[in-house]
């Protein structure tokens, strides 16, 4: 059973676009919403992360928009840079271990 | 250090042979964490130890898998009989305690069964 549905599976935006990322859960108990971003050969790196509280964080160019009540969390990339081409996971987790859940990942190309 | 150094960064083994992995946390930090990621999909969690113990297995596949961390700071993952299915990046993460924000991860071993 898959807990965090992410898509779409792959993007292609050019350079100044907002590529969109999307994920829904299932579980209610979750609580920690972060997004993280892995370039080939690397670990995963946090970007930014939320707290059911929020509806919307930003930092820099990347925002997350939360829906509760649709159990639906966003990515938005503002002004989107060919460095930005990487593959981005959605995660959740809930209190205990703080073990993530993630998604099966995107992943982006930014063209020049 | 700086990051998680995880080593070997590669590793090949044969069927059925035993093998360890290893992983250095950020200094100070207490909480560790083993994921494993196969190609094309997310990590899907594995352990995590707070200090010295291992305070949720619940991700293990089976008990070919195990994992320690005497000390509270640099942990292995051990694989026993190798299958040709546990093939994947095992990635280790730390953050500095119970509650705190994003974990940091390390760049992984990629392990291949041949």
């Known amino acids: 059973q898959q807990q965090v549905k992410q898509s779409p599976q792959s993007l292609i935006v050019q350079k100044g676009g907002i590529p969109i990322i999307n994920c829904a859960y299932e579980?209610?108990?979750?609580?920690?919403f972060p997004w993280y971003q892995q370039f080939p050969g690397k670990g995963p790196a946090l970007l930014i992360a939320?707290?059911?509280?929020?509806s919307e964080k930003k930092e820099g160019r990347f925002t997350i928009s939360f829906n509760k009540s649709a159990k639906q969390f966003s990515l938005h990339i503002m002004d989107s840079q060919p460095g930005d081409s990487a593959t981005y996971f959605c995660?959740?987790?809930?209190?205990?271990?703080?073990?993530?859940?993630f998604g099966k990942g995107t992943k982006l190309t930014v063209n020049p | 250090g700086a990051g998680v150094s995880q080593t070997p960064s590669n590793k090949v083994t044969e069927k059925g042979k035993y093998v360890e992995l290893r992983c250095d946390p950020i200094?100070?930090?207490?909480?560790l964490y083993w994921y494993r990621q196969s190609l094309g999909q997310g990590p899907e969690f594995l352990i995590y130890?707070?200090?010295?113990?291992?305070?949720?297995d619940s991700g293990l596949p089976n008990d070919r898998f195990f994992a320690v961390r005497p000390e509270g700071s640099v942990s292995t993952l051990k694989i026993q009989r190798t299958e040709r299915g546990d093939s994947a990046v095992y990635l280790c993460?730390?953050?500095?305690?119970?509650?705190?924000?994003?974990?940091?991860f390390g760049s992984g071993t990629r392990l291949t069964v041949v």
């Open positions: 200094s100070g930090h207490t909480a």
């Open positions: 993460a730390s953050k500095q305690r119970h509650g705190s924000y994003g974990y940091t």
């Open positions: 995660a959740a987790s809930q209190g205990g271990s703080e073990k993530l859940v």
């Open positions: 939320i707290r059911p509280d929020v």
């Open positions: 130890f707070q200090g010295t113990g291992a305070a949720d």
């Open positions: 579980n209610t108990a979750f609580d920690y």
